[in-house]
């Protein structure tokens, strides 16, 4: 392979995989739902400083990761794409990242294109490109900041070393405006013992200082401008986000400390199989100052989630760029020392997975079919499948030439899963496409219902309508709803009946129901029986008619 074909390659898959798929399903709730409608209601009110979530304020995360979710729906629409692109956009970047890091750390275009490609087409890293999320932002800004430490370090001019150090600030001030003080944290977790290893100390000291300056000149504007329109953001923020989260017994989402050593081996799939090699090769290497400097950026990270009692898969995503420079590194020595076992091998996973379960669709298909009568999307399916199993094969039986094969089957597989799942979980993850369905009725409709965030920020995104009230449910607004100028925005079951007979005095009600419990029907039960009623399966709109004063 030449050097000259390495980046028009990449930007194809980039292209193919993470571009071509933006448009083509809904909003998975709660996540995207919430992440567009934040985005949708800056350009709204106008406010850029401050979070607000349907009127309500939100302080969970800071604020640059809205801005580029807003800045996609600004270019590109409110839609689909627009909601998603700051995503598919951050990871490409990131793999760019790994492609120049790789090349500055082995100068082989092989190695480069390798390393990219293998990041690139992680399942963790490829699932979420298309997802609007602010993980892929802040992976972004933790991957530059760290790309631009090996840059500083290892560069033999103080003019380079300068303007890496000033990009590595950079990073950490956009990071720390998109998810918060991790940003800041991670850099100093893997500069610190290497820089004290190589006899660096003062150097880390009198360059850091330039970094510090520039992160803070990055995002102190901000940090003063939401204190002073909000002086409780940063008490919220810091306690909620990151203490609490980090260390509190009532933590969200708490796992065991070890959740994500099985996840690291899952994320890397269709690459797993090569982890035995790249970290023997590893340890092989581990006198080398850039190994180490590699094994420090996936290890400590990974050892401080690890240590968190609240983790997401998602957590974990900076640790992949160093791990795809491990197994990239790992898998072009074997190419070119013509040694086929482990490339063989990660072959035969692939073929053995795809295999296993194409005929695990097949046998629950028989007994208990989750298509039903969806003869498309189930084909669809089995054209992924089948990939994985013909790209397995390729693998293992032509592995010198075929090595790179296990990326066309995660391109496939985040090219065409999302047009290939059941209407069932289209139905009960996506309502923004139920909600579109009927927008011609709702958006007459002159006050919202809900009796769920995901399903109420999918409303309010779609009609661009934030004014829903939320029925029987508070969730992570509970914050924003204790203020004085949130009362009215969440009514309880004893309160809807008094509510709803207001509101339809005003004019007709829409209603979006979730409905997948005996709570949640209770909830119903409360609700008028006059309205025009359409299900989607756990989805229910309701359309009520306006009655005399």
């Known amino acids: 392979m030449t050097s000259r074909w390495t980046i028009p390659l990449l930007v194809l898959a980039f292209i193919a995989f993470y571009l071509l798929p933006l448009g083509t399903h809904g909003l998975w709730i709660p996540d995207e739902t919430r992440y567009a409608q934040i985005g949708q209601q800056i350009l709204i009110d106008g406010n850029w400083v401050t979070p607000h979530f349907m009127d309500l304020r939100y302080f969970e995360k800071p604020i640059a990761g809205y801005w580029m979710i807003a800045i996609g729906q600004a270019i590109f629409g409110e839609n689909l794409f627009g909601v998603r692109i700051a995503s598919a956009i951050a990871t490409g970047l990131s793999v760019f990242l790994a492609y120049a890091v790789a090349r500055r750390l082995w100068n082989d275009p092989r190695k480069s294109f390798a390393c990219a490609l293998v990041y690139m087409t992680f399942g963790l890293i490829a699932g979420q490109a298309g997802y609007s999320n602010l993980d892929p932002q802040f992976t972004l800004w933790v991957n530059l900041s760290l790309v631009a430490l090996w840059f500083a370090v290892d560069s033999s001019s103080n003019r380079d070393r300068l303007i890496s150090w000033a990009v590595l600030g950079f990073a950490c001030g956009m990071g720390f405006m998109t998810k918060g003080f991790l940003a800041l944290l991670l850099p100093v977790l893997i500069a610190l013992p290497y820089m004290l290893w190589q006899k660096r100390f003062l150097e880390l000291v009198k360059y850091g ?10 995002s102190l504007p901000w940090v003063l401008a939401v204190h002073a329109q909000e002086p409780d953001y940063w008490r919220f923020f810091f306690w909620h986000e990151h203490i609490r989260r980090f260390a509190g017994d009532d933590a969200q989402h708490g796992r065991p400390w070890w959740f994500y050593l099985p996840l690291l081996v ?11 090699v790249a970290f023997k090769d590893a340890w092989s290497n581990k006198r080398h100052a850039s190994i180490v400097f590699v094994l420090l950026w996936l290890l400590l990270p990974l050892g401080l989630f690890s240590l968190s009692k609240g983790k997401l898969p998602t957590y974990i995503m900076p640790c992949m760029l160093p791990l795809a420079l491990l197994l990239g590194h790992a898998m072009m020595q074997r190419v070119e020392q013509a040694k086929t076992c482990a490339l063989r091998f990660n072959g035969a996973v692939n073929l053995i997975g795809g295999s296993a379960a194409l005929l695990a669709l097949v046998y629950f298909q028989v007994k208990q079919p989750f298509y039903d009568n969806e003869p498309l999307h189930m084909a669809l399916l089995v054209v992924v499948l089948l990939t994985w199993i013909i790209t397995g094969l390729l693998t293992l039986t032509k592995p010198l030439k075929m090595w790179a094969a296990p990326a066309l089957a995660m391109g496939v597989l985040v090219l065409v899963l999302p047009a290939a799942m059941p209407s069932s979980v ?13 927008m011609d ?9 809900s009796n769920d965030l995901g399903a109420a920020s999918a409303l309010a995104w779609r009609l661009r309508r934030p004014d829903v009230t939320l029925y029987n449910t508070q969730g992570e607004v509970k914050y924003g709803l204790t203020y004085d100028d949130a009362k009215g925005k969440s009514i309880s079951l004893t309160e809807v009946g008094p509510w709803m007979a207001e509101a339809r005095r005003k004019g007709p009600v829409g209603v979006v129901m979730r409905v997948k419990d005996s709570d949640e029907s209770h909830e119903m039960d409360e609700l008028p029986k006059d309205a025009k009623r359409y299900d989607e399966g756990n989805m229910v709109i309701l359309i009520y008619p306006q009655i005399a004063p």
């Not at 899952?266 to 982890?275: F, N």
Request: glycine share 0%; proline share 7%; no cysteine.
């Open 209 to 218: 200082l330039v970094a510090m300056l520039v992160a803070a000149i990055v």
């Open 441 to 449: 009725e709702l958006s007459r409709a002159k006050t919202f219902l």
């Open 426 to 438: 289209v139905h009960n993850k996506m309502p923004d496409q139920f909600v579109l369905e009927h």
């Open 266 to 276: 899952v994320s890397s799939l269709p690459w797993a199989a090569l982890l035995p």
